[in-house]
T-cell receptor, first 113, second 110 residues
Framework: KAGVTQTPRYLIKTRGQQVTLSCSPISGHRSVSWYQQTPGQGLQFLFEYFSETQRNKGNFPGRFSGRQFSNSRSEMNVSTLELGDSALYLC????????????FGNGTRLTVT | SQQGEEDPQALSIQEGENATMNCSYKTSINNLQWYRQNSGRGLVHLILIRSNEREKHSGRLRVTLDTSKKSSSLLITASRAADTASYFCASDYGNNRLAFGKGNQVVVIP
């Protein structure tokens, strides 16, 4: 079974631009979560989707948005990029959130210059 | 130990030694999970312990959960160089999100 796939692996953008990151979950997994990882803040929850519905959202500004498609694939978008958005963005999927572990992709490394 | 506010801990041990990491959480949980992360890569799930369990084993891993103290520990026995990684605990409060600790960086010296 293929794991969680995130594309692209690396991105370099300049301030003010916008970016879209993609995540393909493990086949059969309907829950997709996104996390931002930085050295200073650690792993911070962005949002979680299940069957195309956002069930929970972290404490991030409205510039961060996401969506999930009917095939469970998910995208997240960051508009008006800031230097502080430089981070490793991790996507994870699971069968169902209750008592199910997360399966993470290898992340997208975003650098904002 | 890990919790949301603390700085990451670093642990350096010799191959063959045991490594113990601690984690605390804030309120009642559904379960607590441990993950490993190798540099620059995604997290790998290691073990999940439910709130009604006190101890769980998986290979060389042993996890304990003390709900009265709101804490958990991860023990890696007979460590290997390949165990060098960052280890994170994550609390599941049942709200469709995990709250991760800051992580423990473990270096196993061959």
């Amino acid at each position: 079974k293929a794991g969680v796939t995130q594309t692209p692996r690396y991105l370099i953008k300049t301030r003010g631009q916008q970016v879209t990151l993609s995540c393909s979950p493990i086949s059969g997994h309907r829950s997709v979560s996104w996390y931002q990882q930085t050295p200073g803040q650690g792993l911070q929850f962005l949002f979680e989707y299940f069957s195309e519905t956002q069930r929970n959202k972290g404490n991030f500004p409205g510039r961060f948005s996401g969506r999930q498609f009917s095939n469970s694939r998910s995208e997240m978008n960051v508009s008006t990029l800031e230097l502080g958005d430089s981070a490793l963005y991790l996507c994870a999927s699971s069968l169902e959130r209750s008592n199910s572990p997360l399966h993470f992709g290898n992340g997208t490394r975003l650098t904002v210059t | 130990s890990q919790q949301g506010e603390e700085d990451p801990q670093a642990l350096s041990i010799q191959e063959g030694e045991n490594a113990t990491m601690n984690c605390s959480y804030k309120t009642s949980i559904n379960n607590l999970q441990w993950y490993r992360q190798n540099s620059g890569r995604g997290l790998v799930h290691l073990i999940l312990i439910r709130s009604n369990e006190r101890e769980k084993h998986s290979g060389r891993l042993r996890v304990t959960l003390d709900t009265s103290k709101k804490s958990s520990s991860l023990l890696i026995t007979a460590s290997r160089a390949a165990d060098t990684a960052s280890y994170f605990c994550a609390s599941d409060y049942g709200n469709n999100r995990l709250a991760f600790g800051k992580g423990n960086q473990v270096v196993v010296i061959p």
